[in-house]
């Protein structure tokens, strides 16, 4: 029978290994994704936020849209097919975009000496906002400034 409890160095370096990989992955990305941002917005367009917040009681749709750089509130309203019809006005040329329309191509840090359900647990792990960075600073042996920095969104 195989003694489960004990863990092999190469596994245990592999893990951290990985998770610092990965959140080098999440800063390069997100790099790019603001590097997009700013070339979206030197060729004139508004990054704008927002969508719906909530239902009012009687269940119509509670909606806003927000400077995503500022946060300054656009507009905002109730209604299904309000906040459509407001943001067209609000934007005849259609320049505004939605932030989370702003997309890159994802890197992936190579799960390697891991097994790949693992990566993806641990992928898990680093993105869930329950996670702590004093958590996963410890288990990297990072700062956590460093940590900080690598696993924010702008």
Known sequence: MTDTTVQTAGTDTAVHDYVRAHL???LADEQARLDRVCALEAAGHRMVDGGQTGR???GQAAWEITDWRTGELLASGVGDDAYDSEGARLDPDGKWMHI???EEDLTEAEPVGIPASLADALQ???GSSGTSDEDVASFVGWSVEE???HREEA
């Open 24 to 26: 080098r992955c999440r």
């Open 56 to 58: 009012t009681e009687d």
């Open 100 to 102: 989370d329309n702003v």
């Open 124 to 126: 898990d792990w680093v």
């Open 147 to 149: 940590v900080v920095r």
